[in-house]
């Protein structure tokens, strides 16, 4: 009995994917071979590139899932934020712990691909991403003082940067879960006192 066509491609999709992880992850972008991920996956190299043009193509696939969660998620964050500020609760932590919990959780549980990602800064589609991340934590910070106190391109861009070095601190050693929330636990307390300081 044989499959339909669409769940065999479905299936060959998803193992040239899960190979090219498994690649990328070990041999980094400029030395990871195309046809040893499908030697790897047991699919033809014509197959390869019926879903996906090139390796820069394959690649992005690869990782794109991830950043595009970690953005979606940041950007719900800071909408639940702007509320909270404007019912005058912005001393509160909850909703900054549950936000970076569910990246913690994400990164964890998705700890392959978000190492590729952290492991090819320079490459262009990851530069991007951190562009991006960079560019919703400029805004933020805008939207934060605006009812407060006026700030620097310089200093709300330093800012951004603190937050997302202190998280990249963290999951850059080899921590267990419980510790890493633990210091995220910390790393909350100790950033949105600065922020409160300087309201």
Known sequence: ??????????????KILESAQEE??????????????????????GALYFFFKNKDDL?????SEACEF???????????????????VFGEEEEDIRAMYQLLDYYYSHKEVCQIVLKH???????EFFDKLTAMLDKQTILIFQEYKELDS??????????????????SHDLTIDEAKQQLNMMIHFLRAGFESLV
């Open 24 to 45: 990328f992850y070990e041999k980094g972008y400029q030395k990871a071979s195309l046809r040893q991920i499908c030697s790897n996956a047991d699919v033809t190299t």
């Open 154 to 171: 310089f200093t709300i861009h330093w800012l951004s940067h603190l937050q997302i070095d202190a998280f990249m601190h963290i999951i």
């Open 1 to 14: 009995m044989t499959r339909k066509l669409g769940v065999v491609s479905e299936d060959t999709y998803a």
């Open 70 to 88: 970690i953005l979606a998620a940041l950007k719900v964050h800071y909408q639940n934020e702007l509320v909270a500020i404007a019912q005058g």
């Open 59 to 63: 690649f992005i696939h690869v990782i």
């Open 121 to 127: 800064r320079d490459y262009p589609y990851v530069v």
